[in-house]
């Protein structure tokens, strides 16, 4: 399927060279994007193709309080007005999370090349489509000239056998993948994700899955687009309709791999073993079963490893042979590109009615992924679900994923999350998070600890 | 971007694997609209405690390494985030050569794309010039890029791999957007050839 998106964007190939490929979607934040722009303007270059840039506020935009003025970042995308690009501002009904509105708004659709400058991009890969996170250096080259100098990657297959059991949800099946092959495995490849598991998902929860590819090295991550992928699709304001759509829908059967297709690297994994998931140190590779203990540093091989646990655990303030249940956490933070959607907050929503959050608990917040995902749940009254179980109810933003706005982690302070990176500091300073699946972390916001979310009988879909 | 062919400098090990871009410029300073500026918040939650007094503990604020312009780090360096303010605070800091068992893809590019070389050597080869950073104070590396290869005063030599494109664009400087942008007439032919037949190139709101 790589292979097939790739020969089909190719503009120019001379070898010796990186091939130039043309870009379908570029798609803009406030957090790595200006100076991208300043540099367009600084040397008096145009924006080549405007109408295949998006841009959007996440980053920093606060998720309480927005009728106050926001003092800090409304200069950031200021240029795209002046290039004549299409922003979804803060206040705007679509705005949201880049990765959770290109696909609702059906920018994202199969065989594209999409591209932006972050590096969880590898979410519309869900959809069949190449996308990968880009250097802000590179958002300008594609800003000048919608095509990249690209070196084609290598390809690894990653097959996940049987079903998944009720509880363990895509989360967690992405976080063992990165637990058995580590956050440089995927390092210079494209990862197809494929079996049985895999297209019994929804798409929400093939976006999970693809978002993360990036934790495990691999730039980009892919599912073949079938049936529930174009029945998301249908329908969504940017993709065309009737008898176009299934013109499209015709093109869009070619591009899974073919039968016997060859990869660099394979991967499987059986999904009925898999259980589910908490991180207990640094990086997202340091994960175990929420059955098993805080490991013994002096269980890894290799002396960097060694090292490198030594080091997590005690950032983390944990001590080896804990059991993961007895780990307490102070906040619960149920949000960002890994999970934010409606699929997600409904199976929270689900798990917490009629329950509250633990008095040990500081905090808990719900941060849709986007404006219309906030809408649609409010619809159906998660809200007020959650609001009575102790939730806070939030506007969509990527919040305290990264703490660029005033929702951070405090130092010291423990977290269950269901974003995608725990590495230092990443909630705040100090901050100490662990990730889970949504549903483990309303499990843990209830518990006030975390727990076996398969004791609890709750599925990810009802 | 500036060019880069042979450089000799002060080396600085930092011995940690997995060092994500986070660690090099953390969150609060992305909110900044240039690129300069970002060396003095290098590996910020790492160099400061509280109240941005250097912590003395860290590799970055002993003495012996201060000008260091060769950075020798441990396997998948550069990982996480794409924010290319990573490589920005790396070369505002003086750091022009990096050399490490491997790299993060976007970091890795990211590099380039600033005028910093990064190395790739073996695992066990690494290793020799940590001790010696280590052992030596003042020990220097020379990266010559023409010959390709990594030597010190003591004759230690080891060669690398660079793809031939990437070292062409750093000892030259390229400016890669100037070069695509001549390669205009082949972007409008692919335009051409690929738009009338799929509405998949043109960005349409059919709700509007
Ligand atoms: S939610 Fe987090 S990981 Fe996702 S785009 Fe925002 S900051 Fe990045």
């Known amino acids: 399927m790589y292979d097939k998106i790739w020969e089909s964007h190719v503009v120019r190939e001379i070898p010796g060279e990186p091939t130039l490929i043309y870009i379908d979607r570029h798609l803009v934040h406030e957090g790595t994007s200006p100076q991208a722009f300043a540099g367009i303007e600084a040397a008096g270059r145009q924006v080549r193709r405007p109408d295949l840039t998006f841009a959007v506020m996440d980053h920093s935009v606060p998720t309480k309080n927005r009728e106050l003025p926001i003092v800090d970042d409304s200069a950031r995308l200021q240029y795209c007005a002046e290039f004549g690009i299409r922003l979804y501002p803060m206040g705007d009904a679509n705005q949201g999370i880049v990765h959770v509105i290109g696909p609702q708004l059906g920018l994202t659709q199969p065989g594209m090349t999409i591209v932006c400058g972050d590096s969880h991009t590898s979410t519309h890969g869900a959809f069949g489509a190449l996308a990968f996170g880009i250097g802000t250096s590179e958002v300008e080259h594609v800003l000048a000239t919608q095509c990249l100098q690209q070196d084609r990657s290598k390809t690894m297959l990653v097959t996940f056998r049987g079903k998944r059991p009720p509880g363990v949800s895509s989360k967690d099946l992405i976080l063992a993948l990165i637990g058995k092959i580590g956050i440089s495995g995927g390092t210079g490849h494209v990862i197809e994700y494929a079996g049985e598991t895999i297209s019994r998902l929804s798409m929400d929860a093939r976006m999970t899955i693809c978002n993360m590819s990036i934790e495990g090295g691999a730039r980009a991550g892919m599912v073949a687009p079938d049936q529930t992928t174009f029945e998301y699709l249908e329908g969504r304001p940017f993709v065309p309709r009737g008898r176009e759509f299934h013109v499209l829908v015709d093109e869009w059967m070619y591009l899974p791999s073919d039968f016997g297709a060859k990869f660099d690297k394979t991967v499987e994994l059986d999904a009925t073993q898999i259980a589910p998931q908490v991180t207990w140190g640094t990086n997202p590779g340091m994960v175990t079963s929420v059955t098993e203990r805080v490991p013994d540093p002096n269980s890894f091989r290799d002396p960097d490893e060694q090292k490198a646990a030594v080091r997590a655990l005690e950032y983390m303030a944990l001590r080896p042979g804990t059991p993961i249940v007895d780990i307490p956490v102070d906040r619960v933070f149920i949000g960002s590109c890994t999970n934010s959607r409606l699929e997600d907050l409904r199976a929270v929503a689900r798990l917490v009615r009629g329950k509250h959050i633990a008095p040990t608990l500081k905090a808990a917040l719900v941060v849709p992924g986007s404006r219309v995902v906030k809408a649609k749940a409010e619809e159906e009254g998660l809200d007020r679900i959650l609001r009575e179980a102790g939730f806070e109810w939030r506007d969509a933003g990527c919040s305290m994923c990264i703490g660029m706005n005033d929702d951070v982690l405090p130092p010291g302070e423990r977290s269950a999350s269901t974003s995608n990176r725990n590495f230092e500091g990443r909630q705040g300073k100090g901050s100490r998070t662990h990730l889970v699946s949504p549903i483990m972390a309303a499990a843990a916001a209830i518990a006030g600890h975390f727990v076996d979310v398969r004791e609890l009988g709750v599925d990810v879909t009802e | ?208």
């Not at chain 2, 062409?168 to 051409?192: R, S």
């Open chain 2, 1 to 208: 971007m500036q060019p880069i062919s042979k450089h000799t400098g002060l080396v600085m090990p930092l011995d940690r694997v997995n060092v994500d871009t986070d660690q090099m410029v953390p969150k609060q300073f992305l909110k900044a609209l240039t690129r300069q500026g970002f060396g003095r918040n290098l590996f910020y939650d790492w160099r400061y405690l509280p109240g941005e007094v250097p912590n003395p503990e860290f590799v970055l604020n002993f003495p012996r390494y201060r000008g260091a312009s060769v950075l020798l780090a441990r396997a998948n360096f550069g990982c996480g985030s794409s924010r290319e303010h990573a490589p920005w605070a790396l070369l505002d800091y003086g750091f022009r050569v990096i050399i490490a068992p491997s790299f993060a893809d976007i970091f890795y590019n990211n590099c380039f794309k600033n005028g910093i070389l990064p190395i790739t050597l073996a695992d066990a080869q690494v290793d020799e010039p940590f001790r010696r950073a280590e052992a030596t104070e003042g020990y220097q590396l020379t990266a010559d890029l023409p010959n390709q290869a990594v030597s010190d005063a003591q004759g230690l030599k080891f060669h690398f791999d660079i793809d031939d494109f990437r070292k062409a664009v750093l000892l030259e400087g390229l400016d890669d957007i100037g070069l695509t942008l001549k390669q205009e007439p082949d972007i409008t032919a692919y335009e051409q050839r690929h738009h009338p037949q799929a509405n998949l190139y043109q960005a349409v709101d059919f709700t509007q």
